[in-house]
Nanobody, 124 residues
Framework: QLQLVESGGGLVQPGGSLRLSCAASGFTSDYYGIGWFRQAPGKEREGVSCISSSGGSTNYADSVKGRFTVSRDGAKNTVYLQMNSLKPEDTAVYYC?????????????????WGQGTQVTVSS
């Protein structure tokens, strides 16, 4: 019954910014946090960032560190991914997922429910 819905994707130029949202509904009390993953055509899905349910712990992939920021709005039950200084290699479908592990680790096997994804395209 838990549902995650991503939004905010689109087409942006290199160096631009985009903010993705992950809205959770349903049984939202049964997970430790939210993770962001992305998958480009022909490539494996990779972890991007995660945030604990309390917002006290975050983690980032080296490829996005310093450019992306994950945050949450507890009142709205929504997690955000602020993406700055976007590069063409950031082009991918971005997914959010619920973390069932107590630590904010970017391993797919630790995530239960997944959204359907939102397309981010960085191109001139």
């Amino acid at each position: 019954q838990l549902q995650l819905v991503e939004s905010g994707g689109g087409l942006v130029q290199p160096g631009g910014s985009l903010r993705l949202s992950c809205a959770a509904s349903g049984f939202t009390s049964d997970y430790y946090g939210i993770g962001w993953f992305r998958q480009a055509p022909g490539k494996e899905r990779e972890g991007v960032s995660c945030i604990s349910s309390s917002g006290g712990s975050t983690n980032y992939a080296d490829s996005v560190k310093g450019r992306f920021t994950v945050s949450r709005d507890g009142a709205k039950n929504t997690v955000y991914l602020q993406m700055n200084s976007l590069k063409p290699e950031d082009t991918a479908v971005y997914y959010c997922a619920t973390l069932r592990f107590r630590l904010c680790v970017l391993s797919e096997r630790l995530y239960d429910y997944w959204g359907q994804g939102t397309q981010v395209t960085v191109s001139s």
